[in-house]
């Protein structure tokens, strides 16, 4: 079953962090760029990082610049979203993104 699935959402304080996982199964992983997106409540989904298929190259929203780092582990079929230093402005549901398939979605709020 072709699917992503991510995980590691949840409620933290301005300045904090979290990790978000996104795993992938039902294609070969490694050869695909990955990418993370997010949709605040009404507002449009938009870009936030995306990294190519050996990792090497990552690109950045500029409102996440030095603050949120992407990568992955092709061996765990998994791309990784670091967010450190959040904001309010960053509360949204956060998705994975792999050549037009999309995962469930992991809330992330920021508040204190």
């Known amino acids: 079953q072709v699917q992503l699935v991510e995980s590691g959402g949840g409620l933290v304080q301005p300045g904090g962090s979290l990790r978000l996982s996104c795993t992938a199964s039902?294609?070969?992983?490694?050869?695909?760029?990955m990418s993370w997106y997010r949709q605040a409540l009404g507002k449009e989904r938009e870009f936030v990082a995306q990294i190519l298929s050996a990792g090497v190259g990552t690109a950045y929203a500029d409102s996440v610049k030095g603050r949120f780092t992407i990568s992955r582990d092709n061996a765990k079929n998994t791309v990784y979203l670091q967010m450190n230093t959040l904001k309010p402005e960053d509360t949204a549901v956060y998705y994975c993104n792999c050549a037009g398939l999309w995962g469930q979605g992991t809330q992330v709020t920021v508040s204190s």
């Open positions: 039902g294609f070969t992983f490694n050869t695909y760029t």
